[in-house]
């Protein structure tokens, strides 16, 4: 594994096989780290974990949010992504409906 981009504390590593890992350097690699399969979406995770930013829209998957939620080490942030995940598979539901 190859670190091919760092943003503050996150580190975005390559196997040269189309997958990148996203690394929180403040946490343990086992439980701060997540499997992306492409790098500017691994940068994206970065970024929004970096400045606690909510997604604009609802593009993102319930992957990728659990991915920005297992990478970040702010509880007042999680707890936002969380409720933000839980409002998008709301909306979801309601579409079926």
Same mark, same amino acid.
């Given at each position: 594994?190859? +670190?091919?981009?760092?943003? #503050? !504390? ?7 096989? @189309?997958?990148? /890992?996203? !690394?929180?350097? +403040? ?5 701060? !780290?997540?499997? /992306?399969?492409?790098?500017?979406? *691994? #940068?994206?995770? *970065?970024?929004? *974990?970096?400045? #606690? &930013?909510?997604?604009? #829209?609802? !593009?993102?998957?319930?992957?990728? /949010? @659990?991915?920005?939620? &297992?990478?970040? @080490?702010?509880?007042?942030?999680? &707890? %936002?992504?969380?409720?933000? %995940? ?9 579409? +079926?409906?």
């Amino acid at each position: 594994m190859v +670190r091919v981009y760092k943003l #503050k !504390h996150f580190n975005i590593y390559s196997n040269f096989k @189309d997958e990148y /890992i996203v !690394h929180n350097t +403040r946490k343990d690699f086992q439980n701060g !780290h997540t499997h /992306i399969k492409n790098f500017n979406t *691994a #940068k994206y995770v *970065a970024y929004l *974990a970096v400045y #606690k &930013r909510l997604p604009k #829209k609802n !593009h993102l998957s319930v992957y990728l /949010i @659990d991915s920005v939620i &297992r990478v970040s @080490d702010d509880n007042t942030y999680i &707890r %936002k992504m969380k409720n933000f %995940k839980k409002e998008m598979e709301n909306k979801k539901t309601q579409l +079926r409906s």
